[in-house]
């Protein structure tokens, strides 16, 4: 029995290419101690994955040249090594790679409840990684106040999609999103909760679709762009505004540095504050995750807080649907499904 | 009986020239109700009053062309009119303009205990909104730590060298400032409380000197200069780094937006944060300012904040005096005395 892998072989100028990886089968791996096997269910399409392909890294260490690509999943123990404190048959989730399963250490896994009829693919999406970072990005980092104008850029996609809807949730008094494409717009008022979302692609200058849109200003803006979008934004801040900067998804794909907003200086005129965030600094207060991720349930259960995955299938697909990211053919989470669960 | 006036006759492009002002005089203002007349004393040479200049002003609306230039000053109450809460012979600051005299309501002035043989200038620095700004700006804004490593760029100027001494007096592990030339850099270092000041105009890789003097990076960065000091900063910050911009003086000449930094992303890999200021937000607050003060004073007696204080003589000099502020040609706060108090 092999171990299918997408190795990273090269890494990537600006867009991922055929040549960027290779499948490369080797021998299944064994648990040591405190250990444990991990079947790869789910696989998260992260945009911050493309940061580690590169030499430099993100907030991670680069991938080494001949690694497995590392990212999110959801998965489920097959076999423990000694000591390790997780069970067969449990499903869990956090770091793996882009194989058919993983070998780490029982202490960097989150143990979810639930069992093989669960809607596994939502503890890579709402119930996991990407609602605590809508969450905790918007309440706690953005500091949200009920009465609030909020801005949203990537608002139709996988944070975006939840931030709109919380927001609406806490009692914003207006929810206003960017988004590229009238598809995408129409997605984001209709199911995310938008009051309006504003076509990036339009044409349209962004500057004074904002005047006419938020006239008192941005209170909070919840930013998972960056570049041009992020400066125009900058221009349209309410006096002690809070920025949120979750992931800058226009540049992780350039290959050298583009030039930042010129006009940063209005955070000084408006008092405001920008505060950047990896939701991994929340994620060892169990405590905390777990109060967090029962509101999300219980918002879903309501049905006050939907969700999109776009679930794609088979291991062979990874590199071409994870190029999806940047392409923009997706809706919601992009997710691939390797295997079935255990029953 | 004549007021002499500095009036703006031309939005300057870029540096200031000869033909910006012009000099007119004008009658004597009389104090209507709630007003009062004030005499000119002091008047601060800051760089903000460069963004009152332009068309689109900055944090305060653009001075009209025609209209005095304004700025802060030091002055004494020479008449009140009616209902005006405020003496004769009474020393306030405030904002006033390029003028022998004043006319404003008594409500936006800030009386200061003194008398005509008190340090009067120093009311324009350290013991009116340059120390208030350092203060608030590196205690409050800065959220500043006891044990942090401070970075402040335009360290010898006179926001920089109150906040050098400050970071030290409260306990800092290591102050490092950013400055022009080895005269300033020396300064900040004998005078102002710094462990090292790093001269730009070196030569010297900035990256490199920050990479070799704060290895464990910066906690706190006091921003007063903007541009490519900045961007060079933000590649050195500590995990949960603070950012508090106080100015950006190396803009405030530029006729067109020069790019932003192009590596924001930090601010997401470091969990960091930055806060826009004025010093205003805080001057509404009379028992703050008062208790921020007094901390200043007590510094000053016990010999533990020095300030330096560059008074030019004589109202026809003001404009030549303000271009100094961009041309680097003074040592500390730059303030011109228009006249002595009236004993």
Redesign the interface.
């Known amino acids: 029995m092999k171990n299918r892998n997408w190795i990273l072989s090269n890494r990537p100028q600006g867009a991922i290419k055929s040549g960027d990886f290779t499948r490369e089968d080797r021998d299944m791996p064994v648990p040591g101690n405190g250990e444990v096997l991990v079947r790869v269910l789910y696989l998260a399409m992260d945009p911050a994955i493309r940061g580690f392909m590169n030499a430099s890294g993100?907030?991670a260490a680069p991938l080494p040249l001949g690694a497995p690509v590392r990212g999110v999943m959801l998965g489920q123990i097959i076999r423990t090594g000694p000591g390790a404190e997780l069970s067969e048959g449990q499903f869990v989730w956090g770091f793996g790679t882009w194989s058919d399963y993983v070998v780490a250490p029982a202490s960097q896994f989150y143990v979810v409840e639930a069992d093989a009829d669960s809607d596994l693919a939502s503890f890579t999406h709402v119930r996991g990684t990407i609602g605590l970072t809508a969450y905790y990005g918007l309440l706690d980092v953005g500091d949200f106040k009920s009465g609030d104008t909020v801005l949203v850029s990537g608002a139709s996609g996988a944070v975006g999609s939840l931030v709109g809807q919380i927001a609406k949730i806490k009692g914003a008094s207006r929810v206003v999103g960017i988004s590229g494409g009238t598809a995408k717009c129409q997605r984001a008022v209709d199911d995310y909760g938008y009051d309006f979302c504003i076509d990036y692609r339009s044409g349209s200058d962004l500057n004074t679709q904002l005047d006419t849109i938020l006239p008192e200003g941005i209170d909070l803006l919840f930013e998972n762009v960056?570049g041009s979008l992020f400066?125009a934004s900058l221009n349209h801040l309410a006096r002690n505004a809070r920025i949120a900067?979750?992931?800058?998804i226009s540049?992780y794909n350039a290959s050298n540095?583009?030039?930042?907003?010129?006009?940063?200086?209005?955070?000084?005129?408006?008092?405001?504050?920008?505060?950047?965030?990896?939701v991994s600094?929340i994620l060892g207060d169990r405590a905390r995750t777990q109060a967090m991720l029962k509101s999300i349930n219980e918002w879903i259960s309501e049905g006050r807080l939907k969700y999109d995955i776009d679930i794609r299938e088979g291991f062979e697909a990874i590199p071409d649907v994870y190029n999806c990211l940047f392409t923009g053919a997706h809706k919601g989470r992009l997710i691939v499904k390797v295997a079935d669960p255990v029953r």
Chains 1, 2 share one sequence.
């Open positions: 993100n907030y960056g400066e900067i979750c992931g800058m540049r540095d583009q030039p930042g907003p010129s006009n940063l200086w209005n955070l000084v005129v408006k008092t405001a504050q920008v505060r950047g965030f990896l600094s």
